[in-house]
């Protein structure tokens, strides 16, 4: 007899309640294998890849792509014993629920791949980091402080043909990294189709029937006029879900619950760009993106070890303030899919090199959106750099479960004092948010000139 089993919508991450389904990968029909990807869904804060725990053959799909599903809602079935009785059942026909132990264990391997540090680097001109609130800012500043980061080199591997990935006229394509590694191998031009998933992301199926010679649907440009858009009112109404929708309740929560305070330093980096160039060009630091955010996190470090209330927290229900003995630095990202605060573990028992290869390895997957809810989650302390888009400083609020933010402005060319006369100097703005009732005046101005004496000269860091 066939044997039918339900597979429901797993919590990916603590206190997950739901989640939005972007596509499939399987059909009714089809054969699946053990942990073979299945799905793909977005929850609060990443796009995970979900694979089944059975082995067996696809009967029905529950849901469609676009559709909100709470966690333990059954979304697929599937007959995981296709060798039985040759008594077929409809594909539609309502399954027998197997029990809940059974069928909500945790599942074999999923969420995204595991981070490696060789990855294909690839274009993406909507992605950018740094800000919090300014959601698409850029993270890490070159030598113009309004550069967005670099790409690492591309490894030598076999010759294959090229997608392009410049945008067209505006346009660029919405797909998943998979996808467009499959595109490439396949040779199939991503501007030339039009997905069919919610919002217009290009599944694999459309690039295999491109490849197969399919004619193509036309490209779906921007326009004013698509989904929502009412002509009358020339107005156009969004669904708050997913990744908006999870930054704004975690923003209202922190706005009207921590009383923020938020003070200003501006400060004469001019030696801390000095030392960058010179590191740049030594044997140690050969081949490592080296940015202005390294040189802050290291400052955030050290300094939190001298004021540690910057890096505790209110904890309400126990009425107790929580100090940490390490610090999981975030920085705050913008990615295609709404904004993302990834960790940087232990960032204070790293070195100034450690900390950079960490930037450019948390940079690199959430380009990808491979940025999965783990990596975001337990944070300390979280900066966000508003200064790759020219913007001097900022009010940004407070993540929650942390007790402060710093904001890096813009490294600008600026008349200063120096010696009684004026002279150019490399200057840049510092604004530090923090919850009054873990941190007083002293402790938070305290904390920010640390900051910036750090960052103003950073031989001061070998007298911590």
Request: proline content about 9%; overall charge negative.
């Amino acid at each position: 007899m066939p044997e039918y089993k339900q597979f429901p919508l797993s919590d990916t991450a603590e206190g997950l309640t739901e989640a939005d389904i972007l596509a499939w990968h399987v059909k009714p029909g089809d054969t699946v294998t053990v942990n073979q990807i299945v799905v793909e869904i977005e929850t609060a804060k990443a796009a995970v890849e979900l694979p089944i725990p059975w082995a067996g053959v696809v009967t029905e799909l529950h849901v469609e792509p676009g559709q909100t599903v709470e966690v333990g809602t059954p979304i697929l079935t599937m007959d995981v014993d296709p060798g039985g009785a040759a008594a077929p059942a409809p594909v539609t026909a309502a399954a027998p629920e197997a029990p809940a132990e059974e069928e909500m264990k945790p599942l074999v391997g999923y969420g995204s791949k595991a981070v490696v540090t060789k990855r294909r680097a690839r274009k993406h001109p909507n992605v950018a980091l740094g800000a919090s609130d300014a959601p698409n800012a850029t993270l890490g500043a070159s030598n113009a402080p309004n550069a967005t980061l670099g790409r690492k080199p591309q490894p030598t591997a076999a010759p294959a043909p090229v997608v392009a990935e410049k945008p067209r006229g505006g346009y660029v394509p919405l797909a998943k990294p998979p996808v467009r590694k499959l595109a490439k191998d396949l040779g199939v031009d991503l501007h030339a189709l039009s997905g069919t998933a919610d919002g217009g992301v290009i599944t694999r199926d459309d690039v295999a029937r491109a490849a197969n010679g399919s004619a193509p649907a036309p490209v779906a440009q921007p326009s004013t006029v698509d989904a929502g858009y009412d002509p009358g009112t020339r107005e156009r109404r969004v669904p708050i879900k997913g990744v908006r929708k999870a930054t704004a309740n975690a923003m209202v929560q922190s706005a009207f619950t921590a009383p923020h305070v938020t003070e200003f330093l501006t400060v004469d980096v001019t030696p801390m760009m000095e030392l960058r160039e010179k590191l740049k060009k030594s044997r140690e630091f050969a081949g490592t993106k080296l940015t202005p955010l390294a040189f802050a996190a290291k400052a955030v470090c050290l300094a939190a070890k001298r004021t540690p209330d910057v890096n505790a927290v209110w904890d309400e229900a126990a009425q107790e303030i929580v100090y940490k003995d390490y610090v999981h630095l975030g920085i705050a990202a913008a990615t295609p899919r709404g904004l993302v605060v990834p960790k940087i573990r232990d960032a204070d028992s790293m070195s100034l090199k450690e900390l950079a290869v960490a930037l450019t390895e948390l940079t690199d997957v959430a380009r990808e959106g491979k940025t999965t809810p783990a990596a975001m989650a337990n944070g300390t302390f979280t900066i966000t750099n508003v200064g790759v888009f020219g913007v001097d400083t900022g009010t940004p609020i407070i993540n929650p479960g942390e007790s402060a933010i710093l904001a890096v402005g813009a490294i600008r060319d600026t008349p200063w004092v120096v010696g009684g006369e004026i002279v150019v100097r490399k200057v840049m703005q510092l604004s530090l948010s923090f919850d009054h009732r873990v941190i007083d005046g002293q402790q938070g101005s305290e904390f920010l000139a640390d900051v910036g004496a750090l960052l103003a000269d950073p031989a001061v860091a070998i007298t911590y």
